[in-house]
């Protein structure tokens, strides 16, 4: 099925999350999302060495690279989208990621309120600024 409609959580246009690494449940480096994503990777999220760690205490290794997934592993500053309900764990344990609030999809806000994304806004890369 195709993905819902790509706006992000303050109702602009979804921006691009990551291109290297690709990320996003679609794999076209934006978070989108749609039926097929029942896990809702819709935060765009910094990665931080405390985040990679909790991640995988959770079950959730996003470090060690699956080369038979097509995945890389990630290290401290990639951004990747992430599950927002990881991501709300996160938080409640005091390890939340940066956000990407311009490439954090609007569903994400079914699970994690406005107000915590917004208090872990990520600055934009220089490129962005332009």
Do not use: K
Not at 33 to 45: I, L, N, Q, R
Not at 47 to 73: H, I, K, Q, V, Y
Request: proline share 12%; with cysteine; charged share 15%.
């Amino acid at each position: 099925m195709p993905p819902d409609p790509d706006v992000n959580v303050v109702g602009g246009q979804l921006l691009p999350c990551s291109l290297e690494p690709l990320t996003g449940f679609y794999r076209e480096g934006r978070c989108s999302t749609g039926p097929d994503d029942v896990g809702s990777h819709t935060v765009c999220a910094v990665m931080t060495a405390a985040f990679l760690e909790f991640s995988r205490a959770a079950g959730n290794d996003l470090s060690t690279p699956r080369p038979e997934w097509g995945f890389p592993g990630l290290q401290p500053g990639d951004r990747w989208c992430v599950c927002a309900s990881r991501w709300l764990e996160a938080h409640r344990a005091g390890c939340a990621p940066p956000v990407v609030i311009g490439a954090t999809h609007a569903q994400a806000l079914e699970i994690v309120p406005i107000d915590a994304l917004t208090a872990f806004a990520a600055p934009p890369r220089a490129s962005e600024l332009s």
